[in-house]
């Protein structure tokens, strides 16, 4: 049994490696795991006036939704992207980040980690877009 938990330990570590080496946005910068915005993220927001958000929810959002680089700036091409991955996720179509935006992206990214915290940590893992519990796989 010993044996199947260290090679188990070591293919999640190596996973995790692969995994978050693939999290980069398009301008290069990597992508934090665990999304947990604070702030209401409405048209014309800044950086400035979000520490940084905008840009977090940038970088979250592209590929996939946000094809430019981040720019700070929640401008028409952020709605849109917004209004997308809402659609994508059953959330209420409105191209502002609220409550329940910030939700589904908190559970989509954190995987039961600590706000702030990387989920690659030995107790939780990403395989794919599925949150793996490291914890009940060992007990």
Known sequence: MKIYK???????????VQ??????SLDGTEIS????LRYNLTL????????KEISLLQNYLSPNHFKQKSTGYFGSTTVRAV??????????VTGYVGSATRAK???????????GVSSSSPANLYF?????????IFT
Request: hydrophobic share 40%.
């Open 44 to 51: 014309r927001s800044t950086d400035t006036r979000t520490k």
């Open 83 to 92: 209004k997308a991955f809402q659609r994508d996720n059953g959330i209420r």
């Open 128 to 136: 794919g877009l599925q949150c793996i519990d490291m914890k009940m």
């Open 105 to 115: 992206i908190k559970q989509l990214t954190c995987c039961g980690a600590e706000t």
């Open 6 to 16: 260290t090679l188990f330990t070591f293919l999640a570590l190596f996973v995790s």
């Open 33 to 36: 795991k665990c999304v947990d």
């Open 19 to 24: 995994v978050a080496e693939a999290q980069i």
